[in-house]
């Protein structure tokens, strides 16, 4: 029996960001139209484990984060290719014969940037041409750009994502996400300071920082959400060493407001949805609780004008080609 032909689009996906939505609602369109499968072809891990070894970029999310992220925007199939010397060395041709053989698709729906094959010598262009040998359709979908808080204007890209996060910019972010970044991992046991200072925190493990884009160092405004019963709270979030303590190991910790439990193993989502201030050394106790009931205050406020509410990002995307 034959397979059934496919819509398929094909990338990194890293972040499952604004511009892949684009990509992904104009595929689940274009399959449903014409009654097709969509299925999403991503790398895992990244071909630069491969190519590029000492110059890996740093992940958005994992692969399961990012499998359940794309099968949210409809997508019936997720094929997860190894990028191997045998899968990387192949030409645009036969990459793409591979992939009809395997998949019969329709049409395959890219990005204006797209690269493929050996040496990413493949284009669109490219692809366009072989879909006229091989009969699929190509179609480009322009890219998105959104405009952000300093009024700039860019296109969005997992790149400049990281960039973002990287400089805190964590709003930014948000914008090219079309969600608020987050972490997500158990808790585990700190030096219970928080507790003393009577503003307890949960920590992050620090296993959820290896390989992973960290916000930068810095305090935070977001939510936290308890992953076995789904449970959201409002937070104020920490990143970095501690420096009041002299700490020189980076930890994550975020404290709940309204909540009164324990969170040790307990699995949780730590959304960071806007920067508060930098993170700096205090002469005392005193002086640092002061700080941290303002950064208390001042994140309740902001959630009471509406300024900690990150959904679906509209209004301020813009295709262009």
């Known amino acids: 029996m034959a397979r059934q032909k496919s819509v398929i689009t094909i990338g990194n996906f890293d972040g ?53 992220l794309l099968q949210a925007f409809g997508v019936d199939e997720v094929v997860c290719l190894k990028p191997d010397r045998m899968l990387l060395d192949r030409s645009p041709k036969s990459f793409v014969e591979q992939v009809v053989a395997d998949h019969r698709p329709m049409a ?13 010598v493949g284009d669109v262009q490219v ?38 996060i990287k400089c805190g910019r964590v709003a930014d972010a948000s914008c090219c996400l079309g969600r608020a970044f987050e972490l997500v991992g158990p808790v585990c046991r700190g030096e219970q300071r928080g507790q003393g200072l009577g503003v307890p925190t949960a920590n992050l493990d620090s296993e959820v920082m290896s390989g992973r884009v960290i916000p930068a160092d810095g ?15 409002l937070a104020v979030i920490s990143v970095g060493i501690k420096p009041t303590w002299n700490q020189r190991i980076r930890t994550i910790e975020a404290h709940l407001l309204d909540f009164d439990g324990d969170l040790y193993d307990r699995v949780i989502a730590v959304r960071f ?41 509209r209004d301020n995307l813009q295709a262009t080609g």
């Open 16 to 68: 499952v960001h604004v511009g892949h939505a684009a990509i992904l609602r104009c595929s689940r369109a274009l399959a449903d139209q014409h009654n097709l499968l969509l299925k999403v072809l991503t790398f895992e891990p990244h071909p630069a484990t491969v190519l590029r070894p000492g110059q890996v970029p740093l992940r958005l999310y994992d692969e399961a984060q990012k499998v359940e």
């Open 108 to 120: 395959i729906i890219e990005g204006p940037d797209f690269k493929f094959g050996h040496a990413r």
């Open 127 to 164: 692809l366009a041409g072989l879909g006229k040998q091989l009969g699929f359709k190509t179609q480009v979908v322009d890219r998105t750009h959104v405009v952000l808080a300093d009024q700039l204007m860019t296109a969005v890209s997992s790149t400049m994502i990281r960039w973002l």
């Open 219 to 233: 305090v935070y405004a977001g939510r936290v959400q308890l992953a076995d019963d789904g449970e959201d709270h």
């Open 273 to 313: 949805v806007r920067w508060l201030r930098d993170q700096c050394a205090f002469p005392g106790v005193k002086e640092l609780q002061r700080q941290l009931t303002r950064d208390i205050h001042y994140t309740r406020s902001l959630e009471d004008h509406g300024l900690l509410e990150v959904g679906p990002v």
